[in-house]
Nanobody, 116 residues
Framework: QVQLVESGGGQVQPGGSLRLSCAAS????????MAWYCQRPGRLRALVAN????????IYADAVRGRFTDSADSAKNMVYLQMDSLKIEDTGVYYC?????????WGQGTQVTVSS
């Protein structure tokens, strides 16, 4: 089973930026479309951004469109999420997983806290 490990979270002020990374233990990108998910405090985990491994346009949740950009480096088995113009409501734990999500692949996630 390919493991996914997220990193890059932290605490930033509103308007700041972070870049999240997701490392896969094996070559998953050739077989699965990948996505970023966020679990905000008191809410269910929700999809934030996903992209097609064949190079189709990424799809973003309305709340992050225009501010977040996802990308991948299949040679390195890495997935990234560039987060700009962060808002307080972006606070949460961010995970990467496949589309659809695989219950067996959830990692620890990486905490993003946006506060002034």
């Amino acid at each position: 089973q390919v493991q996914l490990v997220e990193s890059g979270g932290g605490q930033v002020q509103p308007g700041g930026s972070l870049r999240l990374s997701c490392a896969a233990s094996g070559s998953i990108f050739s077989a699965k479309d990948m996505a970023w998910y966020c679990q905000r405090p008191g809410r269910l985990r929700a999809l934030v951004a996903n992209f097609n491994r064949y190079g189709g346009s990424p799809i973003y949740a309305d709340a992050v469109r225009g501010r977040f950009t996802d990308s991948a480096d299949s040679a390195k088995n890495m997935v990234y999420l560039q987060m700009d113009s962060l808002k307080i409501e972006d606070t949460g734990v961010y995970y990467c997983n496949t589309i659809p999500s695989d219950p067996g692949r959830w990692g620890q996630g990486t905490q993003v806290t946006v506060s002034s």
